[in-house]
């Protein structure tokens, strides 16, 4: 417990305190917002804000998670440094992808397939190594199992050794690349995926530290429905430096925000997001915890192909939404930001308390 205190006490007082020397050094280096000219007319009073904020975040998610362990005597686990590669690895590729925005002040950075592909070499990464390191009782930090609250009975080595390794990639990419997605299109507004962030990633301390209390093995456990992950208690620490460099970050970021965390912060959060649900085993529960990134990508997926395919049998493209993703269609049905921020954490809030109270209710049934 005092570990967790400390993590979040030490990245959030580092956001808090830091974030104003690297908002002044970015602007320095002139890392300024680059906005559309098809987006919201509102938002080119944003150009030149500092962005790549995720740096700030990075840091100090990990030096919290660090000062909180080491502080408290003892050693990182295996588990945590793998959601910190994740963090770290995936906000290297956002941090290529803002630069390349910056330096040439236009909207697209990486292409499309240099930016899977940079997902997709975090991701192998993170998959292999999840697979080594097993404790004392042969548990490694990620299971070849489909997961949803727990270890379901799908076990993707059914297939084989080589075919279930390769499923396995497939399945973690998909986690990655959806979660880190999923986040980079909900930083659209000030403070949105910052407080939405906060919300889901916290719902892992919770889940960590149940699943410490629940497991197999310990004094309170329920035989029937106790927990076999490896650090649950560690992946509490992680999550909670993480929510507490974001909480920190979210007191420049709010509206008007003095700035973004850029692709470095949304894409790093939404891998450890993924890496969280990998290593608790929670990764369909992800739908819920997350749901407030399933409802502004599906936004997204649905204009798209509702519009390619009315051009396909009309000729011309019609639209669900007059912008996507969702938060902009509010904006310009005249929803002030600040109104549709706070409702869109609102449903995010409510998504990430549906899937703590399932995977409550989940244990108690055993």
């Not at 902009?328 to 308390?353: M, N, S």
Request: aromatic content about 10%; hydrophobic content about 55%.
């Amino acid at each position: 417990m005092r570990a967790i205190l400390l993590a979040g006490g030490v990245s959030m007082a580092f956001t808090l305190l830091a974030t104003p020397a690297f908002i002044w050094l970015f602007r320095k280096l002139k890392w300024g917002q680059f906005i559309r000219d098809d987006g919201p007319e509102s938002h080119h009073t944003k150009r030149g804000t500092p962005t790549m904020g995720g740096v700030v975040i990075i840091v100090a998610a990990v030096i919290g998670y660090f000062v909180g362990k080491l502080a408290n005597n003892e050693v990182p686990s295996a588990s945590a440094l793998l959601v910190l590669l994740m963090l770290v690895g995936l906000g290297l590729v956002g941090f290529i992808d803002d630069f390349i925005k910056t330096h040439k002040q236009r909207s697209l950075g990486l292409t499309g397939w240099a930016k899977i592909a940079g997902q997709g070499v975090v991701a192998t990464v993170f998959a292999l190594l999840a697979l080594q390191f097993p404790n004392e009782d042969g548990l490694t930090p990620a299971s070849t199992f489909i997961s949803a609250i727990r270890d379901t009975n799908i076990d993707l080595m059914m297939f084989g050794t080589i075919a279930g390794l390769a499923i396995f990639l497939i399945w973690i990419y998909i986690l990655v690349a959806a979660a880190s997605n999923g986040v980079n299109i909900a930083d659209g507004l000030d403070g949105l995926a910052t407080g939405s962030s906060i919300m889901a990633i916290g719902a892992y301390t919770v889940i960590g530290f149940w699943q410490f209390n629940q497991a197999c093995g310990s004094v309170l456990e329920n035989v029937s429905a106790c927990y076999s992950v490896r650090d649950p208690l560690d992946l509490a620490v992680v999550s909670t430096a993480i929510v507490g460099a974001l909480t920190g970050f979210l007191w420049y970021n709010t509206s008007p925000a003095q700035i973004f965390m850029g692709d470095t912060g949304s894409l790093g959060l939404g891998g450890a997001l993924a890496a969280l649900a990998i290593l608790s085993r929670t990764e369909l529960l992800l739908l819920l915890i997350g749901g407030i990134f399933v409802i502004v990508t599906g936004s997204v997926v649905i204009q798209r192909v509702f519009f390619k395919l009315t051009k396909w049998k009309t000729g011309t493209g019609r639209r669900v939404f007059l912008m996507s993703p969702l938060h902009h269609h509010f904006e310009l049905k005249g929803w002030a930001q600040v109104t549709v921020v706070v409702r869109f954490w609102i449903i995010a809030g409510l998504c990430v308390l549906s899937g703590i109270g399932l995977f409550y209710l989940e244990w108690i049934a055993g």
